[in-house]
């Protein structure tokens, strides 16, 4: 998912360019603004974190690009290309190094296993939505 910030900035193509030449194949793609209930359901794991309201408020700011991606590995090799959660400390050419402002506002979502995966993609998309 490509996150408010990244989206508001510009950097929605240039992303959307990264993750293709990292090998992905995009099989699902949305362009869409969550609201706070919306947001707030996605983030649930989060809830009981001190994090958690900041993150719904900010997730429903503005636009977000939702997106299916597939690759071998593709969970392991998205975490490498997008980067650290911190831009900081992100490897130089990652997405959140080049498009990420802060901590919390670091550009773009990736889910942290394939189990994960197949709950967010159902999330945004469905059956129907998917080539």
Known sequence: ???????????????????????????????????????????AVHKERPFYGELVSFMSSGPIVAAILEKEHAVEDFRKLIGATDPAKADEGTIRQKYAKSIEANAIHGSDSDENAEIEGSFFFSAFERF
Do not use: H
């Not at 910030?5 to 793609?29: E, M, P, Q, R």
């Open 1 to 43: 998912m490509i996150k408010p910030d990244a989206v508001s900035n510009g950097y929605t193509g240039a992303i959307l360019d990264d993750i293709i030449k990292g090998g992905f194949k995009i099989v699902a793609l949305k362009y869409i603004k969550l609201s706070e209930v919306t947001a707030g359901q996605f983030y």
